[in-house]
């Protein structure tokens, strides 16, 4: 388990939960389960594979405080089929979140400021249809809502941000666990 | 366990010689669930058919010289009895259900066995893989309803995932710390025929059941504790679970340290061993209460900081330098932050750590132990086991039963006053003795418990205390008392009334007496109902030679005592408070 030395800090902050675990029916019922038992919310949870074969990967962002964040990583991490679960700051990961913008094909060619918001952004367009395109980015939160306030008054047809992805820093040491074995 | 490996392998030969020995056998997935449980050494299981699980009891039935099922009346009945039989004998429960109501029926068990981490295998049985997600009749998603309950579940939905399932769930349910484990095997997985093959479960990669002792973090508790002017010792169940009493008792006598128990950790030592200082908790004993909050070093052994045992956690032993022996890694600083953590199995780590001990006395912090318990004495236990005052009082019968089986009876009790009053006055002298439901605090608990636990140490004489309310709760229970003449003996402490809610009520709600007053029937009149001798009393005098005619008894035995309809139990560390504002009244 992730510890700290000393008392915790008593402040809300964000947290990034990393949980690797064996990919199994119900495992992500049992996790959100601790959450909804200590009436915490998930702001944003994906689920992936990870570097290791057969390992599955969730990366949870909560905003409550260490102590919970704690106490919730210790009760993910005792479940069976989780290999190991950490807790990080996000100043201790490199994180990123994606976006689709859908925007009506006209805006294109009759916004000429819709191509520099895409070009200042770093955005890519995806596809290009008869009646829409769709733009892609990624980045912080900060940054996709920042896009997202350029793009509304011309009229977003549809929106979708992901969850958050995160790599930490530090070294997680999994594949040494799953070796012990 | 000797003859377990015997007896599947002979089941298995009879197999072969029915059948052509040059073609693979194979058997059903109903047949394999039997052979699974046979090979864990299951010898008695609690449940209750319906009609997803017929396939396993039309084998249970075929099995029966092996494998006793028992038919509890009730779902709930046969997860508590499991419970009783695995915490008196050490071993893994079994309980089994069908789908639906049945399944559902389980969860208070479930959740008790987690909350209590008692090893227990729930079975239930479910619809056919084909009618999942239809809503089909008794179909049910026990599966979403038990995960936080349980420890691990899983659904099987083919007869060949079986073998490997069921050795995981054992391996599971009784490794590390143990907890509840519900397989639920839709019923084509029960009928599909496959070739059968067992092979225990030694370990699974992402679970590590015990951690390993940090050498560096044994040595730093043994530092603390070999300095320590005033040291106090409080463990909970991890003793009895890690099989580590001898180690208790040796490191409380070698350090000389004053040790209390949590409800859940009782009879781990001697209740008259000289350093056995009593309960921590709400209506725990003065002393190791109050002292939480003056020793300078709480070493706390396999007990998990509830709040009824701290009370209030900013006001909780805030001056000690805290260590806390525990199995679990997701304990540590949970509630209580411990300034040195060291993890494994209790009879491990105190192992390691009475080498590193030295022989040490501290009579002068010992003997305020005894001052505390002379006040509480002369305040409280005087009052409560030799009354004066006319109206039996829950305290003297328990007196009477610690006398009439010297000490050496299994106590089971239910939840509310009488629990309290039981685990404070009952004696022990044996470890597994105290079985009740700590955690959850579930009425009803005791009646089908004291069946398992009877069931799981025959050689033992196993009393059930119970109130009238939780009496109430799973009283149809009598009936496996009835049928299999389980020779428990039933205590009913009855004041009419749901008395701990009750004495809330009085304490903190100005007397207003909402639904506690209990308008009761006559237990005796039912208890012979189900042809069980049954006796009521309710006056001092015929106390002792009732209970002595009791306890000698062979058979089952009922007794009824009314006791004093207002009673209360104290010392009390009202909700929220901290342990140093226990009241003595």
Redo the contacts between chains.
């Keep these: 388990?992730h510890k700290r030395k000393g008392?915790w800090l008593m402040e809300n902050k964000w947290f990034t939960i990393s949980v690797y675990?064996?990919n199994n029916?119900?495992l992500l019922?049992?996790i959100s389960?601790i959450f909804?038992?200590r009436h915490i919310n998930i702001e944003s949870l994906n689920v992936s594979k990870s570097e290791i074969d057969d390992v599955s990967k969730f990366t949870i962002v909560v905003n409550t405080t260490e102590k919970w964040v704690?106490?919730i990583v210790?009760?993910i991490?005792?479940q069976?089929?989780?290999?190991k679960a950490f807790y990080h700051t996000d100043d201790e990961t490199i994180y990123q979140e994606s976006a689709l913008f859908k925007i009506a094909s006209g805006l294109l060619f009759d916004e000429r400021q819709i191509q520099n918001i895409i070009k200042d952004n770093n955005a890519q367009i995806v596809t290009v249809s008869r009646d829409f395109f769709v733009i892609a980015k990624s980045g912080r939160r900060s940054e996709v809502d920042e896009m997202y306030d350029q793009l509304k008054p011309y009229g977003i047809m549809q929106f979708v941000r992901s969850g958050r992805i995160s790599v930490t820093k530090d070294v997680m040491q999994i594949s040494a666990i799953?070796k012990e074995? | 366990m000797k003859g377990v490996g015997w007896r599947l392998m002979e089941t298995l030969k009879e197999k072969k010689t029915s059948t052509d020995s040059k073609k693979a056998i194979q058997i059903s997935g109903a047949e394999a669930l039997i052979h699974c449980l046979l090979a864990e050494g299951v010898e008695t299981m609690y449940g209750y058919p319906g009609g997803a699980i017929m396939p396993v009891y039309d084998e249970l039935y075929k099995f029966q010289d092996k494998l006793t099922h028992i038919l509890t009346r009730h779902e709930q009945g046969a997860t508590h009895a499991a419970q009783g039989y695995a915490r008196v004998s050490g071993r893994v429960g079994v309980a089994i259900a069908t789908s639906g109501p049945g399944a559902t029926n389980l969860v208070t068990g479930l959740a008790d066995a987690q909350i209590d981490s008692t090893p227990m295998v729930c079975i239930t049985g479910q619809v056919t893989r084909e009618l999942l997600g239809t809503d089909a009749f008794q179909e049910t998603d026990i599966?979403?309803i038990s995960?936080?309950v349980t420890?691990?579940?899983?659904?099987i939905t083919e007869a060949s995932e079986i073998p490997e399932v069921m050795a995981k769930a054992f391996y599971?349910a009784k490794s590390g710390r143990p907890g509840p484990v519900l397989i639920d095997i839709t019923k084509n997985a029960q009928i599909e025929k496959f070739e059968f093959s067992y092979k225990k479960c030694t370990?699974?990669?992402?679970?590590k059941p015990v951690p390993k002792p940090e050498i560096s973090a044994i040595q730093a508790a043994a530092d603390l504790i070999n300095n320590a002017k005033k040291p106090f010792i409080v463990w909970g169940q991890g003793i009895i679970l890690g099989k580590a009493e001898k180690e208790l008792k040796q490191l409380v006598e070698k350090a000389g340290i004053p040790a209390a128990w949590t409800i859940m950790g009782a009879s781990a030592l001697d209740t008259d061993h000289r350093l056995n200082v009593g309960m921590v908790g709400m209506h725990g004993n003065y002393g190791p209460n109050l002292l939480t909050n003056e020793c300078d070093v709480l070493l706390a052994i396999g007990m998990r900081f509830d709040d009824r045992v701290t009370g209030r956690l900013k006001d909780y032993a805030k001056q000690a330098k805290v260590i806390h022996f525990e199995i679990?890694?997701?304990?540590?600083?949970?509630n209580v932050?411990a300034d040195v953590a060291v993890l494994g199995n209790s009879k491990e780590t105190l192992g390691l750590l009475l080498p590193l001990i030295k022989d040490s006395k501290h009579e002068a912090w010992h003997n305020i132990f005894k001052e505390k318990y002379q006040i509480e004495f002369d305040t409280i236990i005087k009052n409560d086991i030799h009354p004066t005052k006319p109206g039996l009082t829950m305290g003297e019968v328990i007196e009477e039963i610690n006398l009439a089986s010297n000490n050496k009876a299994v106590i089971v009790t239910d939840v509310g006053q009488h629990q309290m009053i039981a685990c404070r006055y009952a004696k022990f002298s044996q470890s597994k003795s105290n079985i009740t439901s700590g955690g959850l605090g579930t009425m009803g608990f005791a009646l089908p418990a004291a069946i398992g636990a009877k069931m799981g140490a025959m050689d033992r004489e196993v009393v059930a205390i119970i109130g009238d309310g939780g009496f109430q709760m799973t009283i149809q229970e009598l009936g496996v008392i009835f049928q299999h003449k389980i020779p428990v003996k039933i205590v009913v402490l009855n004041n009419d009334h749901l008395g701990m809610v009750r004495q809330w009520q009085e304490l903190f709600f100005e007397k207003r007496y909402a639904s506690t007053v209990m308008v009761n029937p006559d237990f005796v009149k039912i208890a012979e109902g189900y042809s069980i001798e049954a006796k009521r009393i309710s006056e001092r005098k015929d106390l002792k030679a009732t209970i002595q005619e009791m306890m000698a008894s062979k058979n089952p035995y009922f007794l009824e005592v009314k006791v004093e309809q207002e009673g209360n139990v104290f010392p009390m560390i009202p909700s929220g408070a901290s342990v140093s504002e226990i009241r003595l009244q």
């Design positions: 388990m008392k675990s064996e029916v119900g019922n049992r389960g909804l038992k704690h106490n210790g009760q991490e005792k069976i089929e989780v290999i799953l074995f | 599966i979403g995960t936080p420890k691990w579940n899983y659904q599971i370990g699974v990669r992402s679970y679990d890694p997701s304990e540590i600083n949970k932050f």
